[in-house]
């Protein structure tokens, strides 16, 4: 990504993300305790049994797999698959719409057909594709609300995983119809599954942003209680150090 940039565009940059923090912003006079105390509380997750169909016979080969997971504003999405043991990469990007439109001002618009999106890379053998939908509908987003991820609404916040093959497709398929028969959630899945064409990766300064940005209001409202949750419900597969695309990339 350019170093520098013109006027216009830093600008629109700035509106984007100002949008975006805008709720959590409100927060900011609030006493420090209650801060922390309506920080903490802004993600519950939803403690869900694993799928009962999982890919069993992938957990066995060699190799590393990918699937593309969006659940509103990517940052946070990364932000927990970057702590989850297996996962060798968690990129933020864009799914769903063409290259054209694969930017953070045009998608942001909320007419681009994309979806804020996590390419999460993974190694069956040490955490399988059912277990990261299992983080995924359980600590990385609320998979019932329609077009919206907490203060964030707009098609490009959707609930959709984008499977890379048939495998990937009808256990995502047959995981939300067992969630919905169980009825852990008070209002059905909405989750679309959708075959994925391409993933775009983000800009670089939308990467490693909750890492970055601890202190930000917005990541403090609605993200660090996601990782938080993770360590909580998914000890086994808690990873303290994140798995960061800045480092992945200083090492090339």
Do not use: M
């Given at each position: 990504m350019p170093t520098t940039q013109s006027p216009v565009l830093a600008a629109g940059?700035?509106?984007?993300?100002?949008?975006?923090?805008?709720?959590?912003?409100?927060?900011?006079?609030?006493?420090?305790?209650?801060?922390?105390?309506?920080?903490?509380a802004a993600e519950p997750a939803t403690v869900i049994p694993a799928p009962v169909i999982d890919a069993i016979k992938?957990?066995?080969?060699?190799?590393?797999?990918?699937?593309?997971?969006?659940?509103?504003?990517?940052?946070?999405?990364?932000?927990v698959f970057q702590h989850v043991k297996g996962v060798s990469q968690a990129v933020s990007g864009y799914a769903g719409g063409s290259k054209e439109t694969a930017s953070y001002e045009i998608v942001s618009g909320g007419q681009s057909g994309h979806a804020e999106s996590v390419q999460v890379t993974f190694d069956p053998r040490q955490v399988s594709y059912g277990r990261i939908l299992q983080v995924y509908f359980s600590v990385a987003h609320d998979p019932t609300q329609l077009n919206r991820q907490g203060p964030d609404t707009g098609p490009q916040y959707r609930s959709a995983i984008f499977y890379q093959d048939e495998s990937q497709k009808n256990?995502?398929?047959?995981?939300?119809?067992?969630?919905?028969?169980?009825?852990v959630y008070k209002r059905p899945i909405v989750t679309e599954i959708n075959q994925l064409t391409k993933f775009y990766p983000a800009e670089a300064y939308h990467q490693d942003y909750a890492t970055l940005h601890p202190s930000s209001p917005y990541i403090a409202f609605n993200d660090l209680p996601k990782v938080e949750n993770l360590q909580r419900v998914f000890a086994e597969l808690y990873r303290d150090r994140p798995i960061l695309v800045s480092a992945a990339n200083q090492s090339h």
């Open positions: 940059r700035f509106r984007s993300l100002a949008r975006r923090s805008a709720g959590a912003l409100l927060l900011l006079a609030l006493p420090g305790a209650l801060w922390l105390t309506v920080g903490r992938e957990q066995s080969k060699p190799g590393l797999q990918t699937v593309v997971l969006a659940g509103g504003c990517f940052w946070g999405v990364q932000a256990i995502a398929q047959g995981y939300i119809a067992q969630l919905d028969k169980a009825g």
